[in-house]
């Protein structure tokens, strides 16, 4: 099992300029990759491409672009130029998005989402692929009249979904190669996750799926203090039903229960509850949250439990 940290540079006078200087860091504590999150600000995949340029040997993703309000060709165009730039270091993660931030920001339809998720990979996949395209979906079409390779991404583009409902997981497992699932615990990921991509891979002759989960966590002396900045930080993520689904399913009743805040022993427990569940890689994101000295003991603990 390998580890990584999820980089949060939106409050730096200059996010990319602080997102290398960070990565810098989590690269000399040992940590193998470093991910970016898609919102309406950084362009993610050109923040990848930046930060893997910079910082030679980590490995670099997007967790995730939501597929609404994106297009295959694009998204292609994005995700191959990474590649290239970090010569084969770039992961592309997949979402779904939401309702809210869908309709409020985009002006479309929330509409048929599995639907748009399957056409979505199967066109993508074609083009990170053979860097051509003919498809012609219910809702997608998407060809090239001319070539869309980018030259130095011929090894392709791993494609990521982050997915834990049951038809999701179907899509990821016949036409992904992982997950990227965020706010599941051990057991949710044991008893329900791995086991429905898993078998969605092999019904399709798929290899075994990376299962890349997104842990909230820090490695902390001050629990109750940050349970309650975690609790206040993680409420968002409840209005929503694959989290809060999610979340009961491992055994939690909000989000901060499947959160990981302890001293160095209790977390690296939980990692290897992970691991046991059927994780191939532990990513940490809200490490930052109790102040430079715990996120350095964090990211240390992270690089000592990479395999």
Same mark, same amino acid.
């Given at each position: @099992?390998?580890?990584?940290?999820?980089?949060?540079?939106?409050?730096?006078?200059?996010?990319?300029?602080?997102?290398?200087?960070?990565?810098?860091?989590?690269?000399?504590? %040992?940590?193998?990759?470093?991910?970016?999150?898609?919102?309406?600000?950084?362009?993610?995949?050109?923040?990848?491409?930046?930060?893997?340029?910079?910082?030679?040997? $980590?490995?670099? %993703?997007?967790?995730?672009?939501?597929?609404?309000?994106?297009?295959? $060709? !694009?998204?292609? /165009?994005?995700?191959?130029?990474?590649?290239?730039?970090?010569?084969?270091?770039?992961?592309?993660?997949?979402?779904? %998005?939401?309702?809210?931030?869908?309709?409020?920001?985009?002006?479309?339809? =929330?509409?048929?989402?599995?639907?748009?998720?399957?056409?979505?990979?199967?066109?993508?996949?074609?083009?990170?692929?053979?860097?051509?395209?003919? =498809?012609?979906?219910?809702?997608?079409?998407?060809?090239?009249?001319?070539?869309?390779?980018?030259?130095?991404?011929? /090894?392709?583009?791993?494609?990521?979904?982050?997915? @834990?409902?049951?038809?999701?997981?179907?899509?990821?497992? &016949? !036409?992904?190669?992982?997950?990227?699932?965020?706010?599941?615990?051990?057991?949710?990921?044991?008893?329900?996750?791995?086991?429905?991509?898993?078998?969605?891979?092999?019904?399709?002759?798929?290899?075994?799926?990376?299962?890349?989960?997104?842990?909230?966590?820090?490695?902390?002396?001050?629990?109750?203090?940050?349970?309650?900045?975690?609790?206040?930080?993680?409420? =968002?993520?409840?209005?929503?039903?694959?989290?809060?689904?999610?979340?009961?399913?491992?055994?939690?009743?909000?989000?901060?229960?499947?959160?990981?805040? %302890?001293?160095?022993?209790?977390?690296?427990?939980?990692?290897?509850?992970?691991?046991?569940?059927?994780?191939?890689?532990?990513?940490?994101?809200?490490? &930052?949250?109790?102040?430079? /000295?715990?996120?350095?003991?964090?990211?240390?603990?992270?690089?000592?439990?990479?395999?």
């Amino acid at each position: @099992m390998t580890t990584g940290v999820a980089l949060d540079a939106t409050g730096a006078d200059n996010q990319i300029d602080a997102s290398v200087r960070l990565a810098h860091e989590a690269a000399a504590a %040992g940590l193998r990759s470093a991910w970016f999150g898609q919102t309406f600000g950084a362009d993610s995949p050109l923040l990848a491409a930046v930060v893997g340029r910079e910082v030679p040997g $980590l490995h670099v %993703g997007t967790s995730a672009i939501p597929v609404f309000g994106r297009h295959p $060709l !694009l998204v292609s /165009s994005q995700a191959q130029t990474a590649q290239a730039a970090t010569h084969g270091r770039y992961h592309l993660g997949l979402a779904l %998005g939401t309702k809210l931030l869908t309709e409020a920001g985009f002006g479309i339809p =929330f509409e048929r989402p599995i639907a748009r998720l399957r056409e979505f990979l199967t066109a993508l996949r074609q083009l990170t692929e053979t860097g051509t395209v003919d =498809f012609h979906g219910e809702l997608l079409t998407a060809t090239t009249p001319i070539p869309a390779r980018v030259p130095g991404a011929e /090894s392709g583009v791993p494609l990521l979904v982050a997915a @834990m409902g049951p038809q999701a997981l179907r899509v990821s497992g &016949e !036409l992904a190669d992982g997950i990227l699932p965020y706010l599941a615990g051990p057991r949710a990921l044991s008893e329900h996750i791995v086991p429905a991509v898993t078998a969605a891979a092999e019904d399709a002759g798929r290899p075994a799926p990376r299962i890349v989960a997104l842990v909230h966590g820090v490695v902390t002396d001050d629990v109750d203090s940050v349970r309650e900045k975690v609790t206040e930080q993680l409420a =968002f993520y409840e209005q929503f039903p694959s989290y809060a689904r999610a979340i009961e399913l491992s055994g939690g009743r909000r989000a901060v229960d499947v959160a990981v805040i %302890g001293d160095e022993r209790t977390v690296a427990a939980e990692v290897r509850r992970y691991r046991d569940a059927g994780v191939t890689e532990v990513v940490f994101s809200g490490t &930052e949250i109790a102040g430079e /000295s715990d996120r350095s003991r964090t990211w240390a603990l992270l690089g000592e439990l990479a395999d």
